[in-house]
């Protein structure tokens, strides 16, 4: 068991980093002084994406094979000279969440688990106005890489066409980010209506490609996720490494770099030594703030086109939730809802065990993996399209073997 405790001195502040040796990465080895040392090589770079912005933590405090957490407020135990601002979500709830402002406030949430960086798109001066447009693209089961970059070339034509500049970097998971600094001059609400509009174009640029459609189980291709707009959503940073079993990092390249990229490529070691070579590609983001003006005059004309504005995010409806809404008019069923990924899979195989003549009907974009943000930690909700199977031949709505109740203590679902 690792133990102990090793104190850092990062630019004149004490950093004691508890527990060095704990193996965060179980397949590489890579310890929590590890990755603290791999912040350590990649700060300035790291600080572009978080610096000055309000910031949820998500801790992996037993390595990234363990459950995370999310936290929201500051740790009270912290430093005097961390700095907090009070964040209001639209739920109504109210967090002091934590603002990094150099490479020691860094390495200090490192020491608490937190392996990736989750910042708002907004800055702690203003938080009514964000300062950064994130377009996340994210493939459903079964679409290849190589459509991925394809699609990330289709954001960037569209960027170059409505005067704004695009940073694209790895997301470090199965998806692609582009990020663009904007004018602080508009609200959340607008900042997503011009990523939708965004979406929308792209799609129309790419139909075979790309999808802007809200619900999941209507999706072909790359999902071009807006929704990352939401002032309830924060995104992994620049240089931000992700809970994977490679250690894979999300990683800012040049555009000409994207059409040949792969996200294997781009690890905590590979990163770090690119790092000192090349430098940092999203370098001068910050002077680069663009007009949201010709996404929001696309807007209005897809409201004149009849095109309706999708749900906002939150708890997503379920038709096993005590008030589930909506309807899909795909055949949907429920296989199981639990607190951990992994319980859900094993459900998962029960109900293939079940039906072992329907499974292979179904296609990988017809199991649906969703995970789901509670008040403090994710949970898993596994469902199953039904389309590619004959009517007559469909399995009906089972009682869950597994069935979490995210809901319990807290209402119904809003």
Same mark, same amino acid.
């Given at each position: 068991?690792?133990?102990?405790?090793?104190?850092?001195?990062?630019?004149?502040?004490?950093?004691?980093?508890?527990?060095?040796?704990?193996?965060?990465?179980?397949?590489?080895?890579?310890?929590?002084?590890?990755?603290?040392?791999?912040?350590?090589?990649?700060?300035?770079?790291?600080?572009?994406?978080?610096?000055?912005?309000?910031?949820?933590?998500?801790?992996?405090?037993?390595?990234?094979?363990?459950?995370?957490?999310?936290?929201?407020?500051?740790?009270?135990?912290?430093?005097?000279?961390?700095?907090?601002?009070?964040?209001?979500?639209?739920?109504?709830?109210?967090?002091?969440?934590?603002?990094?402002?150099?490479?020691?406030?860094?390495?200090?949430?490192?020491?608490?688990?937190?392996?990736?960086?989750?910042?708002?798109?907004?800055?702690?001066?203003?938080?009514?106005?964000?300062?950064?447009?994130?377009?996340?693209?994210?493939?459903?089961?079964?679409?290849?890489?190589?459509?991925?970059?394809?699609?990330?070339?289709?954001?960037? @034509? $569209?960027? #170059?066409? =409505?005067?704004? %500049?695009?940073?694209?970097? !790895?997301?470090?998971? +199965?998806?692609?980010? *582009?990020?663009?600094?904007?004018?602080?001059?508009?609200?959340?609400?607008?900042?997503?209506?011009?990523?939708?509009?965004?979406?929308?174009?792209?799609?129309?640029?790419?139909?075979?490609?790309?999808?802007?459609?809200?619900?999941?189980?209507?999706?072909?291709?790359?999902?071009?996720?807006?929704?990352?707009?939401?002032?309830?959503?924060?995104?992994?940073?620049?240089?931000?490494?992700?809970?994977?079993?490679?250690?894979?990092?999300?990683?800012?390249?040049?555009?000409? @770099? $994207?059409? #040949?990229? =792969?996200?294997? %490529?781009?690890?905590?070691? !590979?990163?770090?030594? +690119?790092?000192?070579? *090349?430098?940092?590609?999203?370098?001068?983001?910050?002077?680069?703030?663009?007009?949201?003006?010709?996404?929001?005059?696309?807007?209005?004309?897809?409201?004149?086109?009849?095109?309706?504005?999708?749900?906002?995010?939150?708890?997503?409806?379920?038709?096993?939730?005590?008030?589930?809404?909506?309807?899909?008019?795909?055949?949907?069923?429920?296989?199981?809802?639990?607190?951990?990924?992994?319980?859900?899979?094993?459900?998962?195989?029960?109900?293939?065990?079940?039906?072992? @003549? $329907?499974?292979?009907?179904?296609?990988? %974009?017809?199991?649906?993996?969703?995970?789901?943000?509670?008040?403090?930690?994710?949970?898993?909700?596994?469902?199953?399209?039904?389309?590619?199977?004959?009517?007559?031949?469909?399995?009906?709505?089972?009682?869950?073997?597994?069935?979490?109740?995210?809901?319990?203590?807290?209402?119904?679902?809003?």
């Amino acid at each position: 068991m690792a133990t102990g405790k090793e104190i850092l001195d990062i630019g004149g502040r004490q950093v004691t980093i508890t527990n060095p040796d704990k193996v965060y990465f179980p397949t590489t080895g890579h310890t929590k002084l590890d990755l603290v040392r791999y912040y350590l090589a990649v700060a300035e770079g790291a600080l572009v994406g978080v610096a000055g912005r309000p910031m949820a933590l998500k801790r992996y405090v037993n390595g990234v094979e363990g459950e995370a957490f999310y936290q929201k407020r500051a740790p009270k135990n912290r430093p005097e000279w961390l700095e907090t601002v009070q964040f209001r979500y639209p739920s109504g709830g109210v967090a002091d969440e934590l603002v990094l402002r150099d490479v020691a406030a860094v390495a200090w949430v490192v020491n608490l688990g937190c392996v990736d960086l989750h910042p708002h798109p907004v800055r702690a001066d203003d938080l009514a106005h964000p300062d950064e447009l994130r377009v996340d693209l994210d493939p459903i089961p079964g679409v290849p890489w190589s459509q991925v970059r394809q699609v990330a070339m289709v954001v960037r @034509e $569209v960027l #170059d066409d =409505v005067g704004l %500049a695009g940073w694209p970097k !790895t997301s470090g998971s +199965r998806g692609f980010h *582009v990020f663009c600094r904007i004018e602080r001059r508009w609200t959340f609400t607008q900042v997503r209506t011009a990523a939708l509009a965004l979406a929308r174009e792209v799609e129309r640029r790419a139909p075979d490609l790309a999808t802007s459609r809200w619900w999941k189980e209507e999706r072909q291709g790359v999902f071009v996720d807006y929704n990352q707009n939401a002032k309830d959503h924060t995104t992994a940073s620049v240089y931000s490494v992700r809970p994977t079993a490679d250690a894979r990092v999300s990683t800012p390249l040049h555009w000409d @770099e $994207v059409p #040949d990229c =792969v996200p294997e %490529a781009y690890t905590i070691e !590979t990163v770090r030594a +690119r790092y000192a070579e *090349v430098g940092d590609p999203g370098a001068g983001i910050d002077e680069r703030a663009g007009s949201l003006e010709p996404l929001l005059e696309m807007a209005k004309r897809d409201k004149k086109e009849g095109l309706a504005d999708p749900p906002r995010a939150g708890r997503a409806p379920d038709p096993l939730s005590p008030t589930g809404r909506r309807q899909s008019s795909m055949p949907l069923i429920i296989v199981a809802r639990a607190v951990s990924e992994a319980e859900a899979r094993v459900a998962l195989e029960h109900w293939k065990e079940r039906h072992p @003549e $329907v499974w292979p009907l179904l296609e990988p %974009a017809d199991v649906l993996v969703d995970s789901m943000r509670g008040r403090s930690s994710t949970w898993t909700r596994i469902r199953l399209n039904l389309r590619h199977v004959p009517e007559e031949r469909r399995p009906p709505q089972e009682p869950l073997e597994v069935d979490f109740d995210p809901w319990a203590g807290q209402g119904p679902p809003r």
